[in-house]
């Protein structure tokens, strides 16, 4: 059974996501004081909910915390949506985030989303233009160098330079990374691409190209 662990100050938040999701037959643990959650064997759970305003200590800091002792999807649960948040907490290691005040169908069919992803396996490795792609590991090299991804960096590198030369929307590109439809915030695939642009630069590679009005292309 798939475990999730949700982790809000408010019980009603906490109650709202136990009954939705076990209703989806997840085995899901909340809790409300986050400093509890480094007394968990997070390794366990194969996904995370963190609310990001929280006494004690926020969201944001509690997924740097634990970021490196896990490797499964984290989504925030946030009322903060201005871009420096977005850009902080998807850069930190977060994959997605929930704007509250959000409803019962959102949550199960991100969740949804984000699961199935963990599933997808490939076997095979891809070159373009230099930089390779070890799809069943999920990794990328250039010149023999790892470039090191968060899992949603990865997955949109991977579907652009699949189909490179293709330009992708905003919303085209998070459809099929998360398989969730999202028409009206973009943030979350922008914040993205500027953290894999600056990994890329660094590595002295700039694959992915704006197509202003339309959005991205690996070039």
């Known amino acids: 059974?798939?475990?999730?662990?949700?982790?809000?100050?408010?019980?009603?938040?906490?109650?709202?996501?136990?009954?939705?999701?076990?209703?989806?037959?997840?085995?899901?643990?909340?809790?409300?004081?986050?400093?509890?959650?480094?007394?968990?064997?997070?390794?366990?759970?194969?996904?995370?909910?963190?609310?990001?305003?929280?006494?004690?200590?926020?969201?944001?800091?509690?997924?740097?915390?634990?970021?490196?002792?896990?490797?499964?999807?984290?989504?925030?649960?946030?009322?903060?949506?201005?871009?420096?948040?977005?850009?902080?907490?998807?850069?930190?290691?977060?994959?997605?985030?929930?704007?509250?005040?959000?409803?019962?169908?959102?949550?199960?069919?991100r969740v949804a989303a984000h699961l199935r992803r963990e599933k997808r396996e490939k076997k095979h490795v891809i070159s373009v233009d230099g930089v390779q792609f070890y799809l069943k590991e999920k990794r990328v090299e250039y010149q023999g160098a790892e470039i090191t991804f968060t899992k949603s960096e990865y997955a949109i590198c991977e579907y652009l330079a699949m189909n490179h030369g293709q330009v992708f929307s905003k919303d085209r590109i998070y459809e099929h990374v998360f398989g969730y439809e999202k028409e009206s915030d973009n943030a979350v695939i922008t914040e993205h691409v500027k953290n894999i642009r600056a990994k890329c630069q660094k590595a002295g590679v700039e694959p992915i190209e704006t197509v202003w009005g339309i959005g991205y292309r690996w070039k």
């Not at 408010?10 to 037959?25: H, P, S, W």
């Not at 909910?49 to 006494?55: A, E, H, I, R, S």
Request: glycine residues 8%.
């Open 1 to 109: 059974m798939i475990k999730i662990l949700a982790v809000d100050d408010e019980e009603r938040i906490l109650r709202l996501i136990r009954n939705a999701l076990t209703k989806e037959g997840y085995d899901v643990t909340t809790i409300r004081n986050p400093l509890e959650l480094k007394e968990q064997r997070l390794e366990a759970y194969q996904l995370i909910l963190l609310d990001v305003m929280m006494p004690g200590i926020d969201g944001f800091t509690l997924c740097e915390e634990i970021r490196e002792f896990v490797d499964c999807p984290i989504l925030f649960l946030t009322a903060k949506t201005k871009e420096a948040d977005i850009m902080r907490g998807l850069g930190i290691g977060g994959d997605d985030y929930i704007t509250k005040p959000f409803g019962i169908g959102e949550l199960r069919a």
